[in-house]
């Protein structure tokens, strides 16, 4: 997947954990990680606004584009 | 409701090769023992207008009737039995992955199978009514909805496919 998400760095200002941020907006831990692994497929705009809300950031701030090597465009 | 389908499928597929070893055991009996075997048909106290000749032919066709009912019994044994696994992923809560579009795909390959040999089956028949001049035939109205069916199984199969690729999207959707 060429859509990265970084939590850790958010995480590490807000001073809060995986399991806390998870609580925060009501998804499982399991699921979370799922995200910060970037196994995801897609993410809900009102997952996405409930992390933004948490961590007191933005989107770019948490997403990121990065064009893989096997890309049929490069 | 699931239940009873499913026993319903098993004993149908039990009664399926019930009549296909029956009619593969005619068949052989057919070469083996064919005075007996023709003796135990009543051709003549049907057709007592028939000669000989005719009535030979009548047990011929009908031999080959036999025969090719029997090369329908392994496809209908294919379309019963991926049924019942569809069903057993349905209790375990699973019906849109590609393992069920897979044997949709598979049962409407078998029942176009069984449509075609449903096709030469019907062939001898309308060949009988020729022959003969007799009423009795075989009827093409209800056999039309078997064609129906594989076209109406394929399409399943494809939705089958989409609904998977939907499912594994918002399976991984957070």
Redesign the interface.
């Known amino acids: 997947m060429s859509i990265k998400i970084t939590l850790d760095e958010q995480l590490h200002k807000n001073r809060m954990t995986s399991t806390q941020l998870a609580e925060a907006i009501d ?1 499982t831990l399991a ?2 990680s ?2 910060k692994t970037g ?6 705009f009102s ?1 996405l606004e409930a992390i933004c809300r948490e961590l007191n950031c933005q989107p770019g701030d948490l997403l990121s584009y990065e064009e893989e090597s096997n890309s049929l465009h490069s | 409701m699931l239940r009873l389908t499913r026993t319903l499928l098993i004993a149908g597929n039990i009664l399926n090769w019930m009549a296909g070893i029956s009619a593969l055991l005619i068949v052989i009996l057919s070469f083996v023992a064919p005075d007996y075997l023709s003796d135990s048909f009543t051709y003549g106290k049907e057709y007592p207008h028939y000669n000989a000749e005719q009535l030979n032919l009548l047990y011929f066709i009908d031999m080959l009737d036999i025969a090719i009912v029997s090369i329908s019994v392994p496809f209908i044994h294919i379309i019963l039995t991926r049924f019942i696994k569809m069903i057993d992923d349905l209790n375990r809560g699973l019906i849109f992955n590609k393992e069920n579009s897979d044997r949709l795909k598979t049962v409407g390959w078998s029942l176009l199978a069984v449509q075609m040999t449903e096709l030469i089956y019907g062939w001898l028949w309308f060949k009988w009514v020729l022959l003969f001049e007799s009423e009795h035939g075989w009827g093409p109205a209800a056999h039309f909805l078997g064609w129906f069916a594989v076209l109406l199984i394929f399409v399943l199969a494809e939705i089958f496919k989409q609904g998977a690729i939907m499912r594994e999207d918002l399976e991984g959707t957070i």
């Open positions: 998804i699921n979370l799922i995200l196994k995801a497929r897609a993410i809900r997952t």
